[in-house]
């Protein structure tokens, strides 16, 4: 098995696998998308939100922030908080919460992307007999994050766009696709932020191994 | 609210949401989003389509 790297981003990966069987780049596909772990947030204690989002609404698209996570530090049983509190201006306008305002209890876990928008916070005013009043918009909760795998839920797959495609074949043009035939396959594996990529790629193969290692153990006694 | 992610395929598009927003006013909307990094159609379709409701709504809370 040959491996030839194509094209690398910041983010994104592209490799021609040659001399391979079709399956293995499909099995290592999936190892990446179902059994690479990193952390996500997965529980919300919301004590204030009078936002014109609805609580379940803001706990979905915190749990779609990528952590970075790294690889091996955290267990299943880790719990990391994450803790925001904003309010809208005092005079009528908005204030935009963004991810970047997550208070990590882990100094190393902080979303990958700082410019999310979480919420939009809206001031209205509103004249009533004469007085101005100002309706202020506030919001305050703690996140808690786990480790988890993309086979429990997608918020924990750490790739986004992972695919594979068999190049063709010189010579051999006419003969028809088989599944059993080594060939040369391109796989094109984007990040979503939370692992470098190559790490990411490694762990997947690493699993992958560890598998089929213990197969062999249990074969063996 | 822009969605965080692409419904296809997961990446996080809203972090370039507010300069995209900014400058497709007096840039080709095309251009901008190969420059920001959104390459998939299934990506494009999210900043393309988005409207923004949250300011029409807030009146009515």
């Known amino acids: ?221 | 609210m822009i969605p965080v992610r692409c419904f296809t395929c997961g990446k996080v598009i809203s972090d370039v949401w507010e300069e995209y927003k900014e400058r497709i006013k007096h840039e080709e909307p095309a251009k901008v989003l190969d420059e920001l990094g959104i390459k998939r159609y299934c990506c494009r379709r999210m900043l393309l389509t988005h409207a923004g409701l949250i300011d029409e709504i807030a009146p009515y809370e």
Not at chain 1, 75 to 86: C, G, P, Q, V
């Open chain 1, 1 to 221: 098995m040959e491996v030839k790297i194509e094209e690398r981003g910041e983010n994104e990966v592209a490799f021609v696998l040659s001399g391979v069987n079709v399956r293995f780049a499909n099995a290592l596909r999936r190892a990446m998308f179902a059994e690479v772990p990193k952390l996500a947030i997965d529980e919300v204690n919301i004590y204030r939100n009078t936002s014109l989002l609805y609580d379940e609404q803001l706990a979905l698209r915190l749990a779609l922030i990528p952590l970075k996570t790294r690889l091996g530090a955290y267990s299943a049983e880790d719990r990391i908080s994450l803790t925001l509190e904003a309010e809208s201006p005092e005079r009528a306008g908005y204030a935009m919460v963004y991810s970047k305002e997550l208070i990590s209890s882990d100094p190393e876990v902080e979303p990958a992307f700082g410019n999310i928008p979480i919420v939009k916070l809206i001031s209205t005013e509103k004249e009533i007999s004469g007085i101005r009043t100002v309706a202020r918009q506030r919001i305050a909760f703690e996140a808690i994050a786990r480790l988890g795998r993309g086979s429990e839920h997608a918020k924990w797959q750490p790739v986004t766009s992972c695919a594979y495609k068999i190049m063709p074949d010189e010579g051999a043009q006419d003969e028809p696709l088989s599944a059993t035939k080594n060939r040369s396959v391109r796989l094109a594996v984007e990040g979503d932020g939370s692992l470098p990529v190559d790490e990411l790629i490694t762990e997947a193969a690493r699993i992958m191994r560890e598998k089929c290692e213990r197969v062999v153990e249990e074969l063996t006694g």
